[in-house]
């Protein structure tokens, strides 16, 4: 069984930094894409970052610039650097991947739990 389990959440000051990680457990063919999604208090979710299996990175134009998508296919993790974080990113943040768990099979979409950060003074 795939799962996804999020870490790295919690207060910082705004200006800190916090980095995000993603592992992906259970027995999985490819990461086919990744990215991070959140959800701010009483708005929609949203994506922040992601990447494809090319190479190809896209940012929320909010957080260009202060965050970083990033990725170890050797761990099977990925990560969100935050950094310049903002008041504004107080959110919860939720990881997302298109993962071929058969060669030979498409990919199918996975959810992490969600961790919550939180910026403030």
């Known amino acids: 069984q795939v799962r996804l389990v999020e870490s790295g959440g919690g207060l910082v000051q705004p200006g800190g930094s916090l980095r995000l990680s993603c592992v992906v457990s259970g027995s999985i063919y490819s990461i086919n894409a990744m990215g991070w999604y959140r959800q701010r208090p009483g708005k929609g979710r949203e994506l922040v970052a992601a990447s494809n299996s090319g190479g190809t990175l896209k940012y929320a134009d909010s957080v260009k610039g202060r965050f970083t998508i990033s990725g170890d296919n050797a761990k099977n993790t990925f990560y969100l650097q935050m950094d310049s974080l903002k008041a504004e990113d107080t959110a919860v943040y939720y990881c997302?991947?298109?993962?071929?768990?058969?060669?030979?099979?498409?990919?199918?979409?996975?959810w992490g739990q969600g961790t919550q950060v939180t910026v403030s003074s």
């Open positions: 997302n991947a298109d993962i071929t768990v058969r060669q030979g099979y498409s990919g199918d979409d996975y």
